[in-house]
Structures are given as C-alpha cells and as structure tokens.
C-alpha cells in the first residue's frame, strides 16, 4: 500500500479501524525518507528510533481505545526546525545554533504529542526563517519534489516539501511574511497562516515578534483543518495568545457558503504578475462562481507599501530578537582576546549573509535619528494596510489572489538579488502586517507541470470560513491527483 498517497484523515481512519500500525506507517515514512530525501534534503534531523517508540507507544494507545480521543494518535508528522523540541537539537538553518539541544518543549508541540502524534525529524528552512527558498539555509538547500533544479519556497521549504514528496502525512511551518503559504504554492500543497495570536508562539525561536505565527502543512485543506484544531489555543505562557476558543475547524468544512461574496484586489492583478499564475487565479474566479458566490472587485489601496514596511519591521524585530546570540549562554561560543571580541567573532562565523543583512538593516532602523524616519513610518504604514483589509472585509467575505507572482523559480537564480528575491512575498507579506487568516492551496499547473496556489485571505478569526471555502473549492476544482515524479 502506498500511504503517503493517503490524507491525515484517511490515514487515521485505517489507523482506528486496525488497518495499519502505527508503528508500519512509522517504518514506511522512514524508509521512504531514507531512499528520496538525499535528492530532496527536506530534513535537517531524523530522529527515527525515537519515531518508532513514539509509534509503538501509539499502537498501545490504540489497542486502549484511545483514538478517538486523541486526533493524531499514531500519525507521522514533521516539524520545521525553528520550533523547540525538549532533548531534540533545533537548529534554526544556523551554524550559531547547530548544537543547541532545547531543554523545553514548545506550547505546539506538547499539544501534537498529547494528540499522540509521531515525530519523524526536524525539516530545513532559511536561515533563522529568513528568506524565501530556503537557500539560505546554514547546511543546504532544500529541492522542489516537483523539479528537483527548483526551490521549494521559503522559509518553511524544508516541511513544504516533505509532505509533496510524500516524507511524511503533515508538518508544522512558520509563516512571518508568507513563509507557510508560499512553499506550499511552490510545492503544490495546503498551507495556513492563523489569525495572529490563534496559536502560541511559546517554543516558536523568534525572528519578528509582531509577526511570527505557527501553521501546518498538509495535502488537503481537511487535513489542516484537523492539525489546527490542535494547536490552535490560549497558552498562559504566550501572551499574544488570544484567550479565544477553538471551534471545531473540521466541523465547520462544509457550511452553506452560497451567496458570500469574493473579492480580487486590483492591485493584485498588474505588473509584475506571470501570466500562468494570473490565469490559473481567473480560473478559480469561476470555480467561485460556480460555487454560488458574488465575485467583485475591491481595492487595497496601501499595498503597494507592504514589502517596504515589512522589510523595516521584519528586520528591526529581527535586530533586536537575535542579540541574544552572543556566544554566552548558548550556541555557537569562537573565543575572542576580550568580551567584544568574542561577541564579533562568534557572531561573524554563526550568522550567515542573508541574517546578518537583515540585522544590520533593522539596527539602523532603529539607531537615533533613524527610528522616526524609519520604524515609526513603517508602523503607520502598517496601520493603513490593516486598515484597507477592514474596508474590503466591509464589503466582501473573502479577499482572493495569487500566492506567489510566478511558479517555483530555479536554484540560486536570485540568490545574489535581494530585491528580486524578497518580491515572492508580494502578495503574503500584507496579511502578516494585518494579522489576519491567510490560506495557499492549490488551483492549477504551469505548462511546465509546477503547481500553482490561490490565496483565501480573511478576517481575524475567521478560520472556520476560509478553511470551509478552501475545502469546497478544492472539491468543486476537484484537481486531478499528480504526484511529483520521484
């Protein structure tokens, strides 16, 4: 049987009705991992006898009859390497970190185990979750399943592709400026961006506090739906975490969405946009249509604004975030004649390009004379952006538009042009700024066979909607199953 052709859902369902183990599903993820991940490198840590104690644990569970009330008992996960893991070494991409052994949990991850889930590994991503196809990772890149010379995306790469290449059932990323949903367009999967505050951020190495935001990866939109429902919550020990509850998110897939209305961007649709990814978005236009929604145009008039204030206040809380690397509590330590000469070295060799460019931006943004000029401008902006998504959500249900400006591009083809590399975040970055719900899934292919995402933008909290629209959408497209040719 080929299971990672199988969903979460379908996965629990054979496990809760004796079909498979868990600890054969186990084996087979593990295997799978060790014959495809070498073309692949989704991971940066296996960590398979310790999936396989897991998995047994999780049989045991079973045979108890504990299934139905843990979500996840059983099932194969992987986990982005930015998020701590008690006694399992979380690396960040980062050579100043690439022996840190985190001696706690973080607030997701107790809740994946206490759903019974199994951890197969840590997956790559960009460098302190710096970047948009993980490139820049401190050990290696991390190739597209779909087309092994292109990039998965960035920062979650690493996890995105796991799950497109089948390496596990979901995975957890991290998304600060479209780090989820990006990867998952690139690598033809569902990613999901939670209202800012949906789930804690205690556990999560921070890169831009304001911003930062957990969320998984999966195949299909029911699937994330059952991941969220898990880690989504208050957490004391967080306290951007808002103190809502958690709705039943699979429950909810299939309310009466007739008559909503969908609003595209104009700003949305000009320069700049591929002419397969405007094309494959005009399609699902109709899909929506079909589906008895009102399409209409809206306007966010600010943006344009968005990656010039993202890039002042993602590296300015990055600036700040990583002065705790100094080679004197934790991680990387290169001996130095003195104190300050510690620090430069240790930060010098630990840090790669892409960090310590944005380091040094945030620094001078907020150095004297700049702050007010900068910072605090980019804060207004930011502002504004917030409030053109209040307007449109006035007037639609749900925004739409593309993930990404074009398909997945090639290895190191923008490498050494931050520009053009910090552009893939055109179209995400907002919906970081305004803290609202963001989802990629999948709506065609470009003629050379690489998948293409739509983004499902809506208000806080409302991610029982815009997963049920997702879900009914991916229905009514009803793609043909491709799977990337490994």
Not at 311 to 337: C, F, H, M, Q, T
Not at 396 to 412: R, T, Y
Not at 454 to 475: D, T
């Amino acid at each position: 049987m080929q299971w990672h052709r199988l969903s979460l859902n379908e996965l629990r369902e054979k496990l809760l009705a004796g079909e498979v183990s868990s600890k054969a599903l186990t084996e087979y993820f593990l295997e799978r991992i060790s014959k495809l991940d070498p073309q692949i490198r989704a991971y940066i840590t296996l960590t398979g006898e310790e999936a396989l104690k897991q998995a047994q644990a999780a049989d045991e569970a079973l045979e108890r009859g504990e299934g139905e009330k843990r979500p996840l008992l059983g099932l194969p996960l992987a986990i982005k390497d930015n998020i701590c893991t008690d006694g399992v070494r979380t690396t960040c991409a980062s050579k100043i970190l690439e022996n840190f052994v985190p001696p706690y949990e973080a607030t997701v991850i107790e809740r994946l185990r206490d759903a019974g889930a199994v951890f197969l590994g840590k997956t790559n991503l960009d460098e302190f979750a710096m970047g948009s196809s993980t490139e820049n990772s401190a050990f290696f890149p991390t190739h597209n399943p779909w087309d092994l010379s292109r990039v998965p995306g960035g920062s979650s790469g690493g996890s995105a592709a796991a799950v497109a290449a089948g390496l596990c059932a979901g995975a957890l990323g991290s998304d600060t400026g479209g780090s989820i949903r990006q990867p998952a367009s690139f690598c033809g999967v569902v990613g999901l961006k939670p209202t800012y505050g949906r789930v804690s951020r205690y556990g999560l190495v921070a890169f831009a506090s304001s911003l930062d935001q957990i969320g998984p990866l999966t195949k299909t939109v029911a699937d994330t739906a059952l991941l969220l429902r898990v880690i989504a919550g208050p957490d004391p020990r967080d306290s951007t975490c808002a103190p809502e509850e958690v709705p039943d998110y699979l429950a909810a897939l299939e309310r009466d969405l007739k008559g909503l209305k969908v609003g595209l961007p104009k700003e949305y649709m000009g320069e700049g946009l591929d002419p397969e990814v405007r094309q494959a978005v005009e399609k699902a236009l109709e899909v929506f249509e079909k589906m008895g929604l009102e399409v209409r145009e809206v306007s966010l008039p600010h943006a344009p604004y968005a990656i010039a204030a993202y890039y002042i206040i993602a590296p300015a809380e990055a600036s700040s975030n990583l002065a705790r690397y100094d080679g004197v509590k934790y991680g990387l330590r290169v001996e130095g004649k003195d104190l300050i000469d510690m620090y430069k070295k240790t930060r010098s060799q630990g840090f790669g390009p892409e960090v310590k460019r944005r380091i040094m931006i945030g620094t001078y943004a907020l150095s004297a004379g700049y702050y007010d000029a900068y910072y605090k401008k980019a804060s207004q902006v930011r502002t504004l952006i917030a409030e053109d998504f209040s307007k449109a959500f006035e007037e639609v249900d749900f925004v739409v538009g593309p993930v990404a400006p074009s398909p997945a591009f090639k290895i190191g083809e923008r490498i050494d042009d931050p520009l053009q590399m910090y552009l893939s975040d055109i179209y995400t970055i907002s919906v970081n700024l305004a803290g609202i719900v963001g989802l990629s899934l999948p709506c065609g292919f470009s003629q050379e066979g690489l998948p293409i995402g739509l983004q499902i933008m809506g208000p806080h909290f409302s991610e029982p909607q815009v997963l049920a629209l997702g879900h009914q959408f991916e229905k009514t497209l009803d793609l043909k199953p491709k799977e990337p040719e490994l």
